[in-house]
């Protein structure tokens, strides 16, 4: 009897409830294209990197954050397995809310469209991928998480280096500033010879790696003396 009773439920009780399934270390490409702007972020070299609507490297947490979202998205409703393709436009596929496309290197690509709420319930919205028949439902609120503004999913850190493999660093402010080198014995005064402490050196590198970017302000500056750097007020140099 126990048997039966677990076989005897709903047929949607045993489809798979995730909507993409996703290699997030494997995804080469995603694209996110919204009414509004198009996001396009590219795997390279272990790296990621923004290449729409802007270029710039992106901030591997973020995108592995985004990436994870796309991978535990579930279907809330299994609505039509074969959905007559007239009628798109009346799920909102025609300008779909969004219009997500993921490549892997050994796979064909798959687009996912967005489109729009269910008219019995709002917090819903269609949803339909590219490799497969049947209409879907998805929160609204989980789509509207992957519209990421690309400053968002760009790299946030000013310095990228393995503190082990720094071999001089030199800050430099108005006439004064100070050159410290790795020897064998440990960090020295470039000038003078003497020898720095290291766990003093340890922690301003990493308060180094720690120092972020706060905001984006001009994509091209052409005069960078209207906001102090010419001269600069402060510089910081890293060696490896």
Not at 83 to 103: C, M, N, Q, S, Y
Not at 202 to 210: E, M, N, S, Y
Request: with cysteine; aromatic share 8%.
């Amino acid at each position: 009897a126990a048997l039966f009773d677990e076989a005897n439920q709903p047929s949607e009780s045993f489809r798979d409830a995730l909507l993409i399934h996703l290699d997030t270390w494997a995804v080469q490409e995603l694209r996110i294209a919204s009414p509004t702007v198009t996001v396009t972020l590219q795997q390279q070299e272990n790296r990621w990197r923004l290449m729409q609507p802007i270029q710039d490297a992106a901030g591997r947490a973020e995108v592995n954050r985004l990436l994870s979202s796309l991978s535990n998205l579930p279907i809330q409703r299994f609505l039509n397995d074969e959905p007559p393709v007239e009628e798109l436009a009346a799920w909102g596929f025609d300008h779909p809310k969004v219009e997500l496309t993921i490549r892997e290197p050994a796979a064909p690509s798959i687009t996912v469209f967005f489109g729009k709420p269910l008219p019995d319930d709002a917090a819903l919205v269609y949803a339909k991928r590219s490799d497969e028949a049947p209409l879907y439902a998805v929160k609204a609120e989980a789509v509207e998480k992957l519209l990421e503004s690309p400053n968002g999913l760009r790299a946030k850190a000013c310095f990228e280096f393995v503190p082990t493999s720094v071999s001089k660093v030199a800050l430099t402010r108005e006439a004064s500033g100070w050159t410290l080198e790795r020897s064998a014995e440990g960090w020295n005064d470039s000038s003078t010879g003497m020898a720095a402490e290291r766990e003093m050196v340890d922690a301003f590198l990493k308060d180094l790696l720690g120092l972020e970017i706060s905001g984006f302000e001009d994509e091209a500056p052409t005069d960078v003396g209207r906001y102090g750097l010419s001269p600069p007020q402060a510089v910081i140099s890293v060696w490896t």
